[in-house]
């Protein structure tokens, strides 16, 4: 009977759970396009524009081809957008 050998990649149980915790509601999404499209009321372009001028939040390059944006910079500048709104109105 031929035994294997351990490559260091076995693992209990405890140490796997351990090493990939289940996120908890505090911790940051990445929102691809098309959520912020939806979330912001903007179309693509329109996103595009206002982050090349800094009026929109800088996305995070995930890959040569891939962007997104972190949720909680998305949800910052939707709750300035609505209090400069209120500012201006009142």
């Not at 289940?22 to 396009?33: E, H, K, N, Q, V």
């Amino acid at each position: 009977m031929r035994r294997r050998r351990s490559n260091g990649f076995h693992r209990n149980r405890m140490e796997i759970i351990e090493m990939h915790e289940i996120p908890t509601a505090s911790a940051d999404r990445l929102l691809r396009l098309p959520e912020v499209e939806s979330l912001v009321g903007l179309r693509k372009s329109a996103i595009y524009a206002r982050l090349k001028t800094g009026e929109f939040p800088p996305c995070v390059k995930l890959g040569p081809r891939a962007a997104a944006w972190p949720e909680s910079e998305i949800q910052a500048w939707i709750a300035d957008r609505i209090r400069l709104s209120r500012r201006g109105s009142a």
